[in-house]
């Protein structure tokens, strides 16, 4: 993943899945995952990461971290058989997680993928181009089974 055979310079998809250490010529290609024990960003720190490597590497650690605090309950009253629901979808966290990774932009920014689980909610900042003045970034919301983005006009906003 070079640019040409007489310019033998790696593109940036060529840092990011074939790097060793991509976040030597990216500083921002990486993944930071917060869990919050309450509501707010400023309420204590239960968990941190910081998701390096390559992309493949860098969605493995977080999907590891998302399954370790995507906790169950058990119900055993409601039926014949028990009943096992997740705090959070693990399927819509994957999906949301994989497209903050994949549509996010390395050339207007430093900033990292930030992936902040609060006791209530799961955002997901992705940085993305400047397209109006709200900033250089995309946000998904996932909370209560319901997911919201901060991007204008989107049709599945507030849709479960």
């Not at 993305?128 to 204008?152: C, I, M, N, V």
Request: glycine letters at 6%; a positive charge.
């Amino acid at each position: 993943m070079i640019l040409s055979v007489e310019d033998p310079v790696p593109t940036v998809v060529g840092v990011l899945a074939l790097g060793r250490s991509p976040q030597d010529f990216l500083p921002g290609a990486y993944i930071q995952f917060l869990r919050i024990e309450g509501t707010d960003l400023a309420d204590p720190i239960r968990d941190e990461a910081r998701c390096t490597g390559d992309v493949k590497k860098q969605l493995e650690r977080l999907i590891r971290k998302l399954d370790a605090h995507n906790r169950t309950s058990v119900d055993i009253t409601s039926g014949p058989r028990e009943i096992r629901p997740y705090l959070q979808a693990p399927d819509a966290l994957r999906q949301i997680a994989y497209n903050a990774v994949m549509h996010r932009t390395y050339e207007a920014t430093n900033a990292p993928v930030r992936v902040t689980w609060y006791d209530d909610r799961v955002e997901i900042l992705s940085p993305e181009r400047k397209h109006e003045p709200g900033g250089p970034r995309s946000r998904a919301r996932l909370a209560y089974g319901r997911w919201w983005t901060d991007r204008p006009n989107d049709h599945r906003q507030n849709h479960r």
